[in-house]
């Protein structure tokens, strides 16, 4: 049948049939990791049944590191290097999984020196109605601007931090984000020459070295560009899916803070690291 590859809603992201994740070939990886740098955004539907090892050996096709989350209570209980991210509690009460990993946009891991190249999830349960992913293609987003703000973002920094969006976890102290850290507004893939938007509501802080009133004008701008609805998608989950992103070509927004109780979703996640200080 042979790998083929067809557009996710909206023409954001790629859907890559013909492949089985429990044996990918070494064909099947490269079409993979070709696919991703294409499209930035890549879904493998009815990957049913996966292992952990499975899921991290998919993951590796991206990356060579994978690394375990801030979170060590949601990691699984066979590896750190997998996150589980789940509205179920046991019958103690004792919560299953992170319930919420981000309703709001955000690249993975932008407040750190070397944030995280890319993320995959392995959906295991999914509700009915509701907890769609959202994503924005930053690549896309860049291309669609007009030169003249190509010009002024290009060159311009900008200091991220977690703690920029506040959350009870920062209050009890459970997690303290690290110091601010700074990267460039706009990132070049070194591997396709491909430029992409780099910053994101939840972490970017400020454009370095401009008034904070016209880095928040500059930022929304931005944002209100990212999100006009062309560079968007909102991705249904069927139970054996599997999705991952490039984090420094894309955005993305969990709606879980929505989903009704009632309705469960069971998803593993993992993090393939960076490779480097963004360009
Ligand atoms: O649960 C989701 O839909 C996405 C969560 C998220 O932001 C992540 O896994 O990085
Ligand atoms: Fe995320």
Redesign the pocket.
Known sequence: MGIQISPLPGGIGAEIHGIDLKAPSHDDRRAIYQAYLDHRIIALRGQDGLTTDNVMDASRILGPELEPHVFTRYHHPDTPLLMV?SNRVDTAGNEKGLKD??SFW?S?VSYKEIPAKA?M?YALEVPDVG?N?LFCDMAAAYEGLPDAMKARLNGLQAVHNYAHTPREIFKTGEVTPPPDCVHPVIRTNPENGCKSIYINPSYTVRIKGMPIEESDALKDEIFAHCQNGAYCMSYGWRVGDVVAWDNAASM?????DKLDPTKHRT?W?TIISGEGKPA
Do not use: E, K, Q, V
């Open positions: 991210l990993a981000g955000h993975d993320t999830l907890g992913t993305h927004a969990a709606t879980t998803i996640r």
